[in-house]
């Protein structure tokens, strides 16, 4: 029996316990009252604190604002480096006010103390919640300490809190980033592209952080503002497109990039049908004038032409019709152009055309005996 009494009395004094924790547990969990602030708290992300410590004098200063009757503030909540996370924070506090600040119907008096001065106090909890809203940093100037690291011909590409760098596509339509932040939807579009090597960034570690990548999205720091987040995005390049950008192809020659950004030359000229040329524009006093010209089948460069690389920019062929054209079976006969700019076969300078022998000589020689007379 004095074995189950004492048991008893364990168990009594084990409840006892058990309720006082709980009534403790749920007037610190339930007695913490969000202050209601006008107007709400609220930075753009460019000139939100970057700690906690940025906060805490101006949630100082609201609380004595908002409640009458303040003796102290106490943050309770040390929390960690804010570094303008975008989203709903709150900061809770202890605030000690004069207890004759506090209406009866909310005042209860065993929660009424006497502090050092002697003066009747009431110590309360309250939520001071603030917002950091989202700055696009694709739209900030250069020289702003939030912009954007991405190089062209990259896109900048904001999103909640952040930003990330995406190659271009090559032609037209190009894509452009989406008003407002990216969404998952969108980088999961861009993951499921078919994409050109002139679409993706530099495929070298050396030449480009995330190589053969689209974009930085899920490779660098997801932050972009963190040391490593930032040099991770200004480490991102991706290909210039030397056919919109800085090519010497002439004016009516085609620019077409070759299959990798990595090849030189990693792109052609190419000249329009009907016209020949190497489809580079002319150097005043370094090519020579363009005249190409092709054999009689009107197609095949002549060896001249070849010797000059076809010629500067693209020009309309002039037909050498002698040449490449088969050589003439007659005596003495060569291959002439005639009024309708096409081969025939004639006699050499000096010859002229027998009906029986073919060309012979125009002035044959002549005989002359020592004792002819003139």
């Known amino acids: 029996k004095q074995r189950d009494a004492m048991m008893e009395m364990r168990l009594l004094w084990l409840f006892a316990v058990l309720a006082i924790t709980a009534s403790v547990a749920s007037a610190d969990d339930g007695h913490c009252e969000s202050l209601k602030l006008k107007p709400p708290l609220t930075y753009t992300q460019d000139k939100a604190p970057r700690d906690l410590s940025g906060v805490l004098p101006v949630v100082v200063e609201k609380v004595n604002r908002v409640l009458e009757g303040v003796v102290d503030v106490e943050v309770e909540w040390e929390g960690g480096d804010l570094h303008g996370k975008v989203g709903e924070h709150t900061v809770q506090c202890k605030v000690t006010r004069l207890a004759s600040a506090i209406q009866e119907e909310h005042l209860h008096q065993e929660d009424v103390s006497t502090d050092d001065e002697g003066r009747q106090v009431v110590v309360q909890c309250f939520l001071v919640p603030f917002t950091i809203l989202d700055t696009d940093e694709c739209t900030l100037p250069s020289g702003h300490s939030m912009s ?11 999103t909640i809190g952040s930003y990330e760098c995406l190659c271009p596509r090559l032609g ?47 490779c660098c720091p997801a932050f972009g503002h963190s040391s490593h987040g930032s040099l991770c995005r200004a480490q ?51 090519d020579a004038k363009p005249e190409p010209k092709v054999m009689f089948d009107g197609v095949t460069p002549t060896e001249e032409t070849l010797k000059h690389n076809y010629y500067c920019g693209c020009t309309t062929p002039v037909i050498d019709a002698c040449a490449g054209f088969p050589p003439c079976e007659g005596h003495n006969e060569i291959c ?27 002035t044959p020689p002549v005989m002359r005996l020592r004792h002819d007379a003139d």
Not at 148 to 158: L, R
Not at 259 to 274: A, E, I, W
């Open 236 to 286: 991102f390049h991706c290909p210039v497109d030397t056919c919109s950008t800085n090519h010497d192809c002439a004016p009516n020659a085609k620019c077409i990039l070759a299959d990798s950004p990595r090849q030189r030359p990693n792109f052609l000229c190419k000249c329009p049908n009907g016209l020949m040329g190497n489809g580079h524009a002319c150097r005043p006093g370094i």
């Open 336 to 362: 002439a152009v005639t009024s309708r700019n096409e081969p025939k076969c004639v006699c050499k300078p000096g010859y002229v055309r027998d009906k029986k022998y073919g060309c012979v000589d125009e």
């Open 172 to 218: 037209t339509p190009k894509r452009k980033a989406p008003e407002g932040a990216a969404d998952d939807k969108f980088w999961a579009d861009i993951a499921s592209e078919d994409r050109s090597p002139w679409e993706l960034s530099l495929n070298s570690t050396d030449l480009s952080s995330c190589p053969s990548s689209a974009s930085t999205h899920g």
């Open 148 to 158: 954007h690291k991405c190089h062209a011909p990259a896109i900048c590409v904001n």
